[in-house]
């Protein structure tokens, strides 16, 4: 399975890091996967989706988000509203290259960053979220109470996110509280799945209920069964892989590969 290097310019300007998972066979079609939030592009989930998706001929762009990985940027700075926009920033490098996406992928607050960029794109025919939180106020959670306050009065704190340490600013707290999803994705007007596993312990499966509840149709649930929140098992990645690659066929059809610049 052939992966090209693509990195390209982010909402901000900074070079993100990505890489291109060429489609096997006839081509039905191009997706960009947002990976969940402190994550990365070369993470379980993301990388075993993206070749999974690739096998089954839908070429995936995985990237780091700005501060994350081998892309630029400073995490510190980070806000929700910068992910949609870097999302929105993809698909303009994607369609340049001849790679428009018509599927967007996202995992946990990833998920919830492809619900807000998908009615900006037109491209897009179907959205598939992974464990994703309906209120992104949600991933304030993660964080004990302590550091909550301290990055609220003193504009900043550092966190443990996954064992790792991060420095999170007011600012991407204050964003947070901004965004409300639910008309965003009741005026989706795109097919939607939404998998999930009913025992995840990080963003509970309460949050699909309101996703699906706000969506119209077509939607369409999946339960992840046992699968941990980041799917890091390789059958559960490679189950949503499966579940997602075959509920897209109703909405990619198979093309004949990269499209011209001519047809945009």
């Not at 994550?39 to 995936?60: M, P, Q």
């Not at 550092?158 to 009741?186: C, N, P, W, Y």
Request: proline residues 3%; hydrophobic residues 45%; contains cysteine.
């Amino acid at each position: 399975m052939a992966t090209e290097i693509f990195d390209f310019p982010g909402a901000d300007g900074y070079t993100l890091s990505g890489r291109l998972e060429l489609p096997e066979g006839s081509t039905r079609g191009w997706a960009i996967l947002a990976h969940c939030f402190t994550c990365g592009k070369d993470g379980l989930a993301a990388s075993r989706i993206s070749r999974a998706l690739a096998a089954s001929g839908i070429g995936v762009l995985r990237f780091d988000f700005a501060g994350l990985g081998t892309s630029g940027g400073d995490f510190a700075d980070t806000t929700f509203a910068r992910d949609v926009n870097d999302l929105i920033a993809a698909r303009r490098a994607m369609t340049a290259a001849g790679t428009a996406p018509s599927l967007l992928v996202g995992h946990s607050l990833g998920g919830s960053a492809v619900l807000a960029a998908a009615g900006t794109i037109a491209s897009v025919k179907a959205v598939a979220t992974i464990g994703s939180p309906s209120d992104v106020r949600h991933v304030l959670h993660l964080f004990d109470s302590a550091s909550l306050v301290k990055i609220v009065t003193k504009g900043q704190a550092e966190v443990m996110l996954g064992g790792r340490s991060f420095v999170l600013r007011k600012s991407f707290v204050s964003d947070l509280r901004q965004h409300d999803l639910t008309k965003t994705i009741a005026d989706l007007n795109r097919p939607l799945l939404i998998l999930h596993a009913p025992r995840d312990g990080t963003v509970g499966i309460d949050n699909a209920a309101r996703i699906f509840a706000a969506a119209k149709h077509p939607k369409t649930f999946v339960s992840l069964d046992d699968a941990d929140h980041l799917l890091t098992r390789k059958p559960d990645a490679d189950y949503a892989a499966a579940m997602i690659s075959t509920w897209a066929t109703r909405y990619l059809p198979i093309g004949t590969g990269r499209e011209s610049l001519s047809d945009y």
